[in-house]
């Protein structure tokens, strides 16, 4: 194997990485919108009188 093929797997791995990050960013985002759009269905529900428990957390 030479450098310049060495070189080429790192860079590889360097942006896999980035790649992964990303990914993990938007489902984080995701992850949280769904949590505020469950919040705001409890909040409409206990409104209305039923009783609820809440599955967040």
Known sequence: MSSTESETVYDR???LEDEVAELRSEVDFLKRALR???ARYEVKM???GNEISSIID
């Open 13 to 15: 791995i360097a942006k």
């Open 36 to 38: 505020n759009e469950i």
């Open 46 to 48: 206990a409104r209305k």
